[in-house]
């Protein structure tokens, strides 16, 4: 069957080796992952100078930390004197400065190079000309988003007008206070699948009745496997039974102060392209930093976030965090399924998308768009 | 003496290094006293002026061994041998180095001239 004898109900999807091509995805590194804003990391896990965290965006790996007057800044790892890795860890605390363990240059919280051995001998090298390689960092939502490119699109149009396109303003956002949450359960997954079968997935509700029962429990119109991110500013109401967002429909935490009555007992699910999936509900955000490190394998590192006072009184949360965290073991277990079958000869051509589904053929149009633009 | 700069250009919490022949490094503390030691580390040539500066001790920058700016002393390795110490004089606003007599402890590959 050939794209043009698809029947009407359906169309196409990628076709199956954009999920198995090694040149597909070295250029999804360099033309989106390199070149987007992507959420990198929660800003209160950098909590005083020197604090990093290290994460892979393409094929880069970048130091993220914070400067002694307070700001967030973000750096190529790579020693500028003969590319040695600075920082091998994921997180850790300098005091004062980062030192490359090979020859001991030595760059302070901002990127400058401050010493190095026989550095007074060399009055001609710039300390900021040879400091760190900089990369644009913003913080929003209480995470700091980096940009790899040289001049990044205005933030505004790339990833909060992607927000108001998906609740019809920011306001709605800002409402959940995101910056003032506190993490109540951060959980590393690592998914044998390729990125793009992760966002899909998310994308629709399709298989919502199949492999989520528990979520259709507290979200009975997910059952009817309509996406939820189709219509502007619509919830997810809760079943009229269901108290909470949580595995059994039980109480859930004191409601965020900010939250809207209009926004009382609805989830919202956002897809932030390329990276990031928000979700959010009265009493809690779950947001998803999703890192793609082969074209098989992608890391995704989901945080529960509550009231600052929900944490801290200890309350057990568990019955909050189970309900997503089970959602997203059947979503990953669902897209390592597909994984192994998109170089199959029965995929080829790719499959097809329901007409619930036909919005997934815009992020389809969208990755091809930004893979044919240099 | 040697003139280093004037005092209003050095506030407290800063060095200033000379380019003299063993270079020499002069540090206002906090606390609002001068010192003035050898620039160079005796363990390898980084220069102490770019260290941290912590009450009357500095730090080298590169592998964090620590001299007493009052008597030159190290406290722990890599360094093994005192930074020489010089004296500070302020006339009419003006920093200047009484240098010592003694001989320098530079690192090796300093030693010798002509191979610094």
């Known amino acids: ?374 | 003496m040697i003139p280093a700069c004037p005092l209003s250009a050095l506030p407290r919490g800063e060095a200033v290094r000379l380019d003299t022949d063993p270079p020499i490094a002069v540090f206002h503390t906090e606390d609002g006293e001068l010192y003035a030691v050898d620039d160079t580390c005796t363990h390898q040539d980084a220069s102490l002026a770019d260290g941290w500066l912590e009450g009357c001790e500095v730090e080298c920058p590169l592998h964090a061994s620590r001299f007493d700016l009052r008597t030159g002393q190290v406290d722990a390795p890599p360094a093994k041998l005192p930074v020489r110490t010089h004296g500070v004089v302020v006339e009419d606003g003006m920093v200047h180095v009484v240098p010592s007599e003694l001989p320098p402890n530079l690192p090796p590959g300093l030693r010798t001239p002509g191979r610094a």
Not at chain 1, 9 to 28: C, K, M, N, W
Not at chain 1, 289 to 303: G, L, S
Not at chain 1, 313 to 333: C, K, M, P, T, W
């Open chain 1, 1 to 374: 069957m050939t794209t043009n004898s698809l029947p009407p109900s359906v169309i196409a999807t990628l076709p199956g080796h954009y999920y198995t091509d090694e040149t597909v995805f070295t250029l999804e590194q360099s033309r989106i992952f390199e070149r987007m804003w992507v959420c990198a990391v929660r800003a209160a896990d950098l909590d005083k100078p020197g604090a990093f965290r290290t994460v892979r965006i393409g094929r880069e790996s970048v130091l993220v930390t914070r400067s002694k007057d307070g700001s967030v800044r973000a750096f190529l790892n790579v020693c500028r004197h003969r590319g040695a890795r600075i920082c091998t860890e994921e997180s850790g605390q300098v005091r004062r400065a980062f030192q490359c363990p090979y020859h001991a240059w030595t760059y302070d919280l901002d990127g400058k190079l401050i010493a190095a051995p026989n550095l007074t001998k060399m009055p001609d090298i710039d300390r900021v000309e040879f400091g760190l390689v900089k990369v644009h960092v913003r913080e929003w939502l209480g995470y700091v988003w980096v940009c790899l490119a040289d001049e990044p699109e205005p933030f505004e149009d790339e990833v909060q007008a992607q927000v108001v396109s998906r609740l019809g303003d920011l306001g709605s956002i800002h409402n959940y206070g995101m910056e003032d949450l506190a993490l109540a359960k951060r959980v590393v997954y690592d998914v044998r699948a390729n990125w793009k079968l992760i966002i899909e997935n998310f994308m629709e509700c399709y298989h919502c009745a199949t492999i989520h029962p528990e979520l259709t429990e507290v979200l009975p119109e997910f059952a009817e496997g309509l996406a939820t991110q189709l219509y502007v500013g619509h919830g997810a109401e809760f079943g009229a039974d269901v108290q909470g967002f949580t595995v059994d429909g039980s109480p859930g935490a004191e409601r965020i102060p900010g939250v809207a009555e209009s926004q009382d007992r609805r989830y919202y699910g956002l897809t932030v392209k390329p990276l990031t999936f928000i979700n959010l509900v009265p009493d809690h955000v779950i947001l998803h930093r999703i890192f793609p490190v082969a074209i098989d394998q992608t890391v995704v590192e989901c945080d529960w976030l509550f009231r600052q006072d929900v944490v801290d009184g200890g309350r057990d949360l568990s019955a909050s965090i189970e309900l997503f965290h089970r959602v997203n073991v059947q979503d990953f277990d669902a897209c390592e399924r597909c994984q192994p079958a998109m170089g199959s000869r029965a995929y080829a051509r790719g499959g097809v998308l329901v007409p619930t589904e036909h919005h997934i053929g815009g992020f389809h149009e969208w990755v091809l768009e930004r893979l044919g633009t240099d």
